[in-house]
């Protein structure tokens, strides 16, 4: 395990709350826990970051999972085939992490996020209520599609995945931005899960970092949990655009730039 000092430890644990606030209401959480652990672990392997990344988390998207399901009470019907799916997606995907360039996909995750933030930014009317596209058997094979897609993408690249999540469940499936929200991060803690499966399976994990990243991102996931609910679907779509813009930036900037 790398030598931390105390000053990297706070910088890392404050990342963390913070990235547990933004994840709990819209995804996108990497976008600060990821590259601060890249800045304060330089001496640390890619692998020991994705995975103790992944381990932080965890902790932030079950808390925040756990009150979104005890306050919206998100469709279990929905929720299984999305979850399940999810967790075997990510699975595979952090099966292959380490043999598909990255430059394969930031470009492609460039374009996506986007075209996300121009269709969601000229429909203001977008998740603002939920009118579901499809009813019974159609509704659900859709939703195991998302999960499984998204959480694929999440084990093996990661970055905007609860944002990918929060507009498939919207501008796919037709629900809110609160109920898109409260579902994506139930289906978030599987894809946690099946990526660490498969990186604790070579050691990878730095777990008492990751642990204590954990307990700050579990605070910071509950806190913006009960904000979400507490503001509703107008400011998580707020939300949603602000991260998912930042997202595009810092995208724009590794595909031009680095």
Known sequence: MPDISLWTLVFLVVAAFSAGWIDAVVGGGGLIQLPAMLLGLPNASPAQILSTNKISSLCGTATSAVTFGVKVRPDRRTVLPLTILAGV??????????????????????????????????????????ALRWDGRNHYVAAGAVGLLIGFYDGAVGPGTGS??????????????????????????????????????????????????????????????????????????????????????RLGYDVFFA
């Open 89 to 130: 997606g990510a699975a595979a995907g952090a099966l292959v992490a380490t043999k598909i360039p990255m430059s394969w996909f930031k470009p492609i995750v460039l374009v996506l996020l986007i075209g996300v933030a121009i269709y969601t930014a000229l429909k203001p009317a977008l998740g603002a209520r939920t």
């Open 164 to 249: 990918f999540l929060i507009f498939a469940l919207v501008g796919l499936l037709g629900y809110n931005f609160l109920q898109a929200s409260a579902k994506a991060k139930i289906a978030n803690v599987a894809t946690n899960l099946g990526a660490i499966a498969v990186f604790a399976a070579h050691g990878a994990p730095l777990w008492g970092l990751g642990l204590a990243m954990g307990a700050a991102n579990m605070v910071g996931g509950l806190l913006g949990a009960r904000t979400a609910v507490a503001r509703g679907s107008k400011f998580v779509r707020i939300i949603f655009l602000v991260v998912v813009s930042a997202l595009i930036l």
